[in-house]
């Protein structure tokens, strides 16, 4: 018998502006299929626009093109109430560093991801707040911000070091999509743009700052 697909996504594509009249690919046609009982694993390097593709599957960032179906129905033809219901049900969750998992609470499920579900973990301000500033460089690129208060595009690359512009470039991105940082450009020649903390970024800040603390304290425990 064959297995019922829970969750379709057909040639998604997410764009983000990158100046001088270009656009940056952070998801490139990508698509895939989540069949009644099967786990899928979308794994890769960071910055490689995973988390960007699992929040524009599930409708957290707007796609630029591409369908997604939830039980074999187009979800941009969801009614008001059906997709109160969908983002109820669909959740995006994270494993590990470098990976990170789709919830489908209609599909089987082993006892892990049960007891996932029934602790409501995505429901609280924990999993929220984790979403947020998980990743390896926003947590670099929010401390610097707050300690550069205005900062540019090359700067912020000189000030990380480590990072790829590429995955500076899908990071900030991401960062302002969540409203955490602020992107100013100017009309001008050449162009200007430069990155502040937003105020939901700056009341990050003091939370990042205790978590600091507590690992300073304990890391040599």
Same mark, same amino acid.
């Given at each position: 018998?064959?297995?019922?697909?829970?969750?379709?996504?057909?040639?998604?594509?997410?764009?983000?502006?990158?100046?001088?009249?270009?656009?940056?690919?952070?998801?490139?046609?990508?698509?895939?299929?989540?069949?009644?009982?099967?786990?899928?694993?979308?794994?890769?390097?960071?910055?490689?626009?995973?988390?960007?593709?699992?929040?524009?599957?599930?409708?957290?960032?707007? $796609?630029?093109?591409?369908?997604?179906? &939830?039980?074999?129905? /187009?979800?941009?033809?969801?009614?008001? %109430? *059906?997709? =109160?219901? +969908?983002?109820?049900?669909?959740?995006?969750?994270?494993?590990?560093?470098?990976?990170?998992?789709?919830?489908?609470?209609?599909?089987?499920?082993?006892?892990?991801?049960?007891?996932?579900?029934?602790?409501?973990?995505?429901?609280?301000?924990?999993?929220?707040?984790?979403?947020?500033?998980?990743? $390896?460089?926003?947590?670099?690129?929010? &401390?610097?911000?707050? /300690?550069?208060?205005?900062?540019?595009? %090359? *700067?912020? =690359?000189? +000030?990380?070091?480590?990072?790829?512009?590429?995955?500076?470039?899908?990071?900030?991105?991401?960062?302002?999509?969540?409203?955490?940082?602020?992107?100013?450009?100017?009309?001008?020649?050449?162009?200007?743009?430069?990155?502040?903390?937003?105020?939901?970024?700056?009341?990050?800040?003091?939370?990042?700052?205790?978590?600091?603390?507590?690992?300073?304290?304990?890391?040599?425990?």
């Amino acid at each position: 018998m064959d297995k019922k697909i829970i969750f379709e996504v057909k040639d998604l594509c997410k764009y983000y502006p990158a100046g001088h009249g270009k656009m940056l690919t952070a998801v490139d046609h990508v698509s895939f299929e989540v069949y009644e009982g099967e786990t899928l694993g979308l794994v890769g390097e960071s910055g490689c626009g995973k988390t960007t593709c699992g929040r524009t599957a599930i409708g957290l960032y707007k $796609k630029d093109s591409g369908k997604v179906y &939830y039980f074999g129905k /187009d979800v941009d033809l969801f009614s008001k %109430n *059906e997709k =109160k219901e +969908y983002t109820k049900e669909v959740h995006l969750f994270r494993y590990d560093t470098d990976i990170y998992g789709l919830y489908l609470p209609k599909g089987e499920c082993d006892m892990s991801i049960e007891c996932i579900k029934d602790a409501r973990l995505e429901d609280t301000g924990f999993n929220y707040t984790m979403s947020l500033i998980q990743g $390896k460089y926003k947590m670099f690129i929010l &401390y610097a911000l707050a /300690d550069y208060k205005v900062v540019r595009f %090359n *700067e912020l =690359k000189k +000030y990380i070091g480590t990072i790829s512009y590429k995955t500076l470039s899908v990071t900030l991105k991401e960062l302002e999509a969540d409203r955490l940082v602020h992107r100013e450009e100017y009309p001008q020649i050449p162009p200007k743009v430069e990155y502040s903390l937003a105020e939901r970024g700056k009341s990050l800040i003091p939370i990042l700052d205790s978590m600091c603390d507590w690992g300073e304290l304990h890391r040599a425990d």
